[in-house]
């Protein structure tokens, strides 16, 4: 046994934080099966410091076709941080001799990311009034970086993406109609490739944001970032599944497209409603079809868990999403 991770970490730390005496507190918040995240405590003479370590342990396999990797994920919210995204300061990656695995440890943020305290609880209530436009400019800022300094990513089209969905959704044998009629319209839709390809977070929405009574603190979990349409980031946040039953606010049940639209292009960046819309559909499909996964992993193992169950039956809340958002527009 290479140690405990409180022991792993204390000698972690020291060699990269002067006058770091221990840690202390180690806690896991979070992970599945290829990755964990641990807060605890640096203690220091001058004041004790809020950590966070992301990881995948030592032994196991590589990331998952959409993730970008912890290495990747690290780059880019050093990038973010440099450039005034509100992203966790991150302190360190990890290295083989730390025998903790690949990863990095981050500054911890405070604040709430529990939807149901954030739609409902009276310290938020004033942040959920400006929270849709928090949004739009974050997100303008993240489409702003520079391409030339990103690691590498993989590049996403609207035709890729219904493939992939396509082919996850086929491999199920599970015919639903819904989920057809929304294959039949995307590719009827597809707006084509965008006119200018940019960083996409690819996964901006209730969860993934630190909030608090001032706003949005911090955006999180940036593993399923990539290039292309930035209006897929748009659309991703619109999507009904991330309102927790606040449907009339569309942009996570707190705000209102306009808002959201008005954040963006106050940051000195163009939207395209049209190519939003189709992001939405795409993403209100993506997590059907993600739904159904689970279920299918609940049915044929190992994973027999009441989670995946419960995920899994969500899929039936997306068709009648998608049917909401293939009716005719008036």
Same mark, same amino acid.
């Given at each position: ?23 202390? #507190? ?23 410091? #809020? ?17 970008? /990797? ?40 405070? #604040? ?36 030339? !300094? ?77 290039? !292309? ?25 707190? /705000? ?22 189709? +992001? ?6 993506? +997590? /059907? ?22 995920? /899994? ?18």
């Amino acid at each position: 046994m290479a140690g405990s991770i409180e022991e792993l970490l204390t000698r972690c730390v020291a060699a990269w934080y002067p006058g770091a005496c221990s840690v202390v #507190g180690p806690t896991r918040l979070s992970g599945g099966a290829s990755q964990e995240t641990w807060s605890f405590d640096i203690v220091h003479p001058n004041g004790n410091l #809020g950590a966070i370590l992301r990881r995948a342990p030592p032994g196991y396999g590589a990331a998952p076709t959409r993730a970008a /990797g912890l290495s990747a994920e690290a780059s880019l919210m050093q990038l973010a941080h440099a450039a005034g995204v509100p992203s966790p300061e991150v302190l360190y990656v990890l290295r083989p001799e730390d025998e903790l695995g690949t990863g990095f440890v981050m500054r911890r943020v405070e #604040g709430e990311t529990i939807p149901r305290k954030i739609l409902r609880d009276a310290q938020f209530a004033e942040a959920r009034t400006k929270l849709a436009h928090q949004c739009g400019d974050i997100l303008a800022r993240i489409h702003a970086l520079p391409l030339a !300094g990103l690691p590498k990513l993989r590049c996403m089209t609207p035709q890729a993406e219904i493939t992939q969905l396509e082919q996850e959704y086929r491999s199920f044998e599970r015919p639903r109609p819904v989920f057809e009629l929304a294959l039949r319209w995307l590719r009827d839709h597809d707006p084509g490739e965008c006119a200018e390809a940019t960083l996409v977070h690819g996964d901006f929405r209730h969860g993934n944001l630190i909030i608090g009574p001032d706003g949005i603190r911090a955006v999180l979990d940036w593993e399923l970032a990539h290039t !292309g349409d930035p209006m897929e980031d748009l659309g991703w946040i619109c999507v009904n599944s991330w309102r927790f039953g606040e449907i009339d606010r569309p942009v996570g049940g707190f /705000g209102s497209r306009e808002n959201l639209f008005a954040g963006y292009q106050a940051a000195g960046r163009r939207v395209e409603p049209a190519r939003v819309h189709f +992001w939405e559909v795409m993403g209100t499909l993506r +997590w /059907g079809i993600m739904c159904c996964g689970m279920m299918q992993r609940f049915r044929l193992g190992p994973d027999h868990s009441l989670e995946r169950a419960m995920i /899994g039956r969500r899929s039936s809340e997306t068709e009648v999403d998608l049917l909401r958002l293939l009716a005719p527009r008036g």
